[in-house]
């Protein structure tokens, strides 16, 4: 598998109410746009569900995920999984991304019954939020492989790529990340897509 690491590799977990084991569970899986949310997501939904995190650097081939995946997936049942990882390892082949996509997907969907897909943000110019990136090109590819993946196992799909696209306001300058308001926003929709599943 390709790793395609970065200078500096990065992984979060956060269990919730790690010591109920009566409650139920969702499990948000992503990358620092998934980690930017989820304090807003899990205060959200704290009267229906605890909510869990894996958020990382790693791009879906690199092997040490698998190593992240378990550690998060073994000791608790997630009523849902929410899936939104794909900026990360840029240079990773497209063909290569989809194979570990999907891999991922499927041990996913062995863990719980309800899986939502994400598909990327876009990515802009640094200091220019209206402007995108070429590496936006990636972003394009990658969609159509999350598409694709929640066309083939009739999954849930947040295609919020438009919407966030046209809300330039919400960015960071920084080309990648969003504001404090624009993390509040992209809560309420993950939110409002994972409360219908409940």
Not at 5 to 18: D, G
Not at 116 to 138: M, R
Not at 160 to 176: E, K, V
Not at 185 to 190: E, G, I, N, R
Request: proline share 3%; with cysteine.
């Amino acid at each position: 598998m390709i790793c395609n690491r970065e200078k500096t590799e990065w992984v979060n977990y956060m269990w919730h109410n790690a010591n109920d084991d009566s409650a139920k569970r969702i499990l948000l899986i992503g990358d620092s746009i998934t980690k930017g949310i989820y304090n807003d997501v899990s205060d959200l939904l704290q009267n229906y569900v605890a909510t869990d995190l894996l958020a990382s650097s790693r791009v879906v081939t690199d092997p040490v995920f698998d190593t992240d995946l378990e550690a998060v997936l073994v000791d608790y049942t997630h009523e849902i999984i929410y899936f939104n990882n794909g900026l990360h390892g840029i240079d990773v082949p497209i063909n290569l991304f989809e194979e570990a996509f999907f891999d991922k997907v499927e041990l996913l969907m062995k863990y719980s019954k309800k899986v939502v897909l994400a598909t990327c943000t876009p990515i802009t110019e640094k200091n220019k939020p209206q402007i995108l990136s070429p590496k936006n090109d990636v972003v394009l590819k990658r969609n159509e492989v999350i598409r694709k993946a929640a066309d083939k196992f009739s999954l849930s799909l947040n295609d919020w790529y438009d919407f966030i696209l046209s809300c330039p306001f919400y960015r960071a300058n920084d080309g990648y990340h969003y504001t404090e308001e624009g993390k509040r926003v992209q809560a309420k929709l993950v939110c409002n897509i994972l409360t219908k599943l409940i």
